[in-house]
């Protein structure tokens, strides 16, 4: 009796604090690059080295426990920086359960993932099962990144401790909100963004669309003391595209803040963009990785994260829906006790 592949897709979050550069494979093959080329606190750090990326302690110290027949290797959506976290990445995973064995339930992998998950800031939100030939990062029909700007704050021990790794603080009182507004507008479009691209990108082209990009207050933290709260004010810009070069939102978000801090005017912002020039004085230096997230990884018809919302759907999954074409993510039931 042959034994059957399931592939899954997972959603989890993490605060990347902790995972520092070092050295990564690509893809979960067993080549060694320089990390600096693969730009990841994400992506597994291959070899003899102690586990230091979210991949890793996913894939050696939870994955393992599902004793697949073939090492199970996470191929992540959207590779991050060190020190950038993410509200919600994903990936997908394939699982070779021995012959005469059903594939895992999608409840179960979850939940073998987060019981045997060791680091405390990484945790898996939910699982689905997929079609084989399903790739969690060519299916992204959008990413949105998300960056958190502190004012108020005249140095680092001025922000509350909790907030240290979460934000960037700015040495100023205020922002030109407006103005920043009215540059992200020149951002928005097809662009070549060679000019927010930092070296080792491996993307063949710098021509990407970003559909929105939007600066507005952020919500007050609940870690600012009142007596602080008339001084310290939270800012947020987003970025929403199907893909993006490698540190492009730290990048625009540099640009913006500059923008914010009245060192540029809105309309530098599209002469900066058309320049195509990567070393240009203000977008040469990327916004701290501190303050980013990655907030959400969509796929085209998925239209729910709700566990009792997504089902497949199609004639091949006996349930055609003519309104949502959809990547018929399917939750079955099952025991923790099926892996052990």
């Not at 059903?102 to 939910?126: D, G, W």
């Not at 919500?219 to 004010?233: A, G, Y």
């Amino acid at each position: 009796m042959r034994s059957v592949r399931a592939r899954y897709l997972v959603y989890f979050q993490y605060v990347g604090t902790g995972f520092k550069a070092g050295w990564a494979g690509r893809d979960g093959l067993h080549q060694v690059t320089p990390l600096a080329s693969v730009r990841s606190g994400v992506a597994a750090v291959r070899g003899s080295q102690r586990a230091i990326g979210v991949q890793n302690y996913l894939e050696q110290e939870a994955a393992e426990r599902l004793n697949s027949v073939e090492p199970v290797r996470f191929t992540i959506s959207s590779r991050t920086d060190a020190g950038v976290h993410a509200l919600s990445n994903t990936a997908h995973l394939d699982v070779q359960r021995r012959p005469g064995q059903p594939p895992f339930s999608p409840e179960v992998v979850a939940q073998a993932l987060n019981t045997h998950l060791r680091h405390p800031a990484i945790r898996v939100l939910q699982v689905f099962r997929v079609p084989s030939d399903f790739h969690a990062r060519h299916a992204a029909t959008s990413r949105t990144y998300l960056y958190r700007l502190a004012t108020g704050c005249p140095g680092p021990d001025q922000l509350p401790v909790f907030e240290r790794n979460l934000c960037w603080a700015l040495r100023t009182d205020c922002l030109d909100v407006p103005a920043m507004q009215e540059a992200a507008q020149h951002l928005l479009g097809t662009h070549d963004f060679s000019a927010f691209q930092s070296a080792g990108s491996p993307a063949a082209s710098p021509v990407r669309t970003l559909r929105r990009a939007s600066v507005s207050p952020g919500p007050t933290s609940p870690f600012v003391l009142p007596q602080e709260n008339r001084k310290l004010h939270f800012w947020t810009l987003e970025f929403e595209s199907q893909s993006f070069l490698y540190r492009q939102v730290r990048r625009m978000t540099a640009v913006l803040v500059a923008v914010g801090l009245g060192v540029l005017t809105p309309t530098q912002v599209r002469v900066i963009l058309e320049s195509q020039d990567p070393l240009g004085k203000y977008q040469a230096h990327p916004a701290p990785a501190h303050g980013l997230f990655l907030k959400s990884v969509l796929y085209g018809g998925l239209r729910d994260l709700g566990p009792a919302s997504c089902t497949l759907q199609g004639p091949q999954y006996g349930n055609e829906d003519p309104g949502h074409r959809t990547l018929g993510l399917a939750v079955e039931s099952g025991h923790l006790d099926q892996y052990t």
